[in-house]
């Protein structure tokens, strides 16, 4: 018994993982449709900033929840005035284009901070469950994301900027026509991307560590997740999390982790190929 | 004089489509513009609210010129735009529809204006929780002339209003648009292929061929009936 709640928070664990690392990308990919390669140095830029806080003496939840996505919203806002924006409609080039910022931040972040991994310490107070033990951070993390994505969900639904950033996604010219500063929503909407991107980071960095080359691994899942969850950004990434993180969990636990690394990939080929609009293309259409 | 529009140019690309036109339309008026398919009507409505550039003229709203500016800004100027198409989020249910009309204008609150907008189109009130996209093609007609003037427009653009609408729902259309013309002083400029719709609501009506204004018919002409004949022998 034990044994199966610790799978079980385990599990549900690897599902918050991958909702938080997509999160940012469900926005600026799921709404924008804006391919943001630079997703992955997003979150490294999160983590550095947390660990820049906490090294600062800024106290450790701050420092990992209010810093970063200030720090990355704000460095969001300035790429997209500056690259983005002129890059709209145009997948091909702002491939290209966030593929050579994920470079240049990347360059940056190492001649800056070096290709040390940098630490944030923290100390949690486990959970015992038998004679299991169950990370307190986890449990943290896990709350955490279902907070995340109700506050997201609230934010799109109920708010007065969340539904000028869900028309504008859909039609930007009649939002112009109906009094919408359009270009000032999508700045916005990226930059809230981007502070989901760093807070992720930040929330990551005290279990995984911050290292400039990091990204590269976060963004095959986020896209994957992203993907697979198709036109619906926040029931998709959910639905494709939930059904990612299991697969993944299930066989990680039956074998390793490099097979449950695996399992998420074939699945999420399985996925495409059964739904190619993904899950929220067939299931929950209405849904956010 | 709420709009004085002088030698407007706009083009697609390189194809010139309106080639100097020049109109004003009063405080209060209604100004119907008849043309063929092609001579640029929509383009005149789309340079007017700002989705399409000029590439020269002038177009001053209340005074002020509006060329160069945003069509967000013109819109919280005062210029309302019904496009061809109805133009609905398709995704966002009728009531989230209204809202993105809104514009903060004195003292109405978003509230305020959407439920004095839902008392004047009651075929719109039992459906404020479904999505625009599902609306029959009428229905959203309504519920784009309704979002538009949740932001309390001083001028109104409607572009082909009745194209494939049931004629109950073109009865509704004339009713609200006669109202807000008569008791709210609403301005109207109306592009429409429909005679009966263009002389029901327009005090004068301008032609337009090859991207110009060539004739304009008077309230008089109108009344007299001598709108069908004039078009027979330009449109």
């Known amino acids: 018994m034990a044994f199966a709640s610790i799978v079980g928070l385990e599990v549900v664990y690897a599902v918050a993982m991958l909702i938080l690392v997509s999160l940012g990308l469900a926005i600026v990919f799921g709404m924008m449709r804006v391919i943001n390669l630079a997703h992955g140095e997003f979150m490294v830029m999160g983590g550095y900033a947390a660990t820049l806080a906490v090294h600062h003496g800024i106290n450790f939840w701050l420092a990992i929840i209010v810093v970063p996505p200030i720090i990355v919203g704000a460095i969001g806002v300035v790429i997209e005035r500056t690259i983005i924006r002129f890059l709209y409609g145009r997948m091909f080039e702002t491939m290209l284009a966030t593929w050579g910022l ?14 040390d991994t940098e630490g944030v310490p923290m100390s949690l107070p486990g959970l015992h469950i038998g004679l299991y ?35 504008t996604m859909q039609n930007a010219p009649m939002a112009g026509a109906l009094g919408t500063n359009t270009s000032g929503v999508y700045a916005a909407t990226f930059a809230l991307g981007a502070a989901l991107a760093g807070l992720a980071g930040g929330i990551i ?22 993907l697979g969850g198709g036109a619906s950004a926040l029931a998709g990434v959910v639905s494709a999390a939930i059904l990612f993180g299991v697969v ?10 490099v097979f449950g690394e695996v399992a998420l990939l074939l699945a999420a080929i399985v996925l495409i190929r059964l739904l190619p609009n993904g899950i929220t293309g067939r299931f929950f259409r209405r849904s956010l | 004089m709420i709009l004085d529009v002088d030698d407007l140019h706009a083009a697609y690309g390189r194809i010139p ?78 009531y989230e529809n209204l809202r993105m009309g809104f514009i903060a204008r004195g003292d109405w609150s978003e509230e305020n204006a959407v439920n004095d907008i839902r008392a004047r189109f009651p075929r719109l009130d039992t459906l404020l929780d479904r999505a625009g996209g599902t609306l029959s093609g009428g229905e959203q007609q309504l519920l784009a002339l309704a979002r538009t003037l949740c932001g309390h427009p001083k001028l109104l653009l409607l572009d082909e209003p009745t194209e494939g609408i049931q004629p109950s729902i ?24 429909s005679l009966d719709f263009i002389s029901a609501l327009s005090q004068r009506v301008l032609l337009i061929q090859k991207g110009t204004i060539t004739r304009e018919l008077s309230a008089e002409q109108l009344s ?3 709108l069908a004949d004039e078009l027979g022998e330009t449109v």
């Open chain 2, 224 to 226: 007299a009936g001598a």
């Open chain 1, 205 to 226: 960095a005290p279990i995984a560590g911050v290292v400039p080359t990091t990204g590269g691994s976060y963004i095959g899942q986020a896209f994957i997740t992203v």
């Open chain 1, 248 to 257: 993944d969990q299930a066989a990680t636990f039956a074998t390793n982790a």
């Open chain 1, 102 to 115: 994920s470079l240049f931040l990347v360059g940056l972040m190492t001649v800056i901070f070096g290709d």
């Open chain 2, 17 to 94: 489509i309106l080639n100097g036109v020049s109109f004003r339309v009063s405080d209060g008026e209604t100004v119907g513009i008849l043309g063929h398919n092609g001579m640029g009507k929509t383009t005149l409505l789309k340079t007017l609210i700002g989705h399409l550039s000029a590439t020269a003229g002038r177009i001053r709203f209340s005074g002020t010129d509006v060329s160069r500016w945003p069509s967000y800004r013109r819109a919280r100027a005062g210029i309302g735009y019904v496009p061809q198409g109805r133009m609905i989020f398709p995704a966002l249910t009728v």
């Open chain 2, 170 to 193: 073109v009865d509704d259309i004339i009713e609200i648009l006669d109202g807000l013309h008569r008791f709210d002083g609403l301005t109207i400029i109306v592009v429409e292929q």
């Open chain 1, 133 to 167: 033990q169950e990370s307190g951070y986890n449990l943290f993390v896990i709350g955490f994301s279902v907070f995340l994505v109700g506050a997201v969900y609230a934010f799109l639904r109920y708010t007065r900027l969340g539904l000028l950033a869900r028309a």
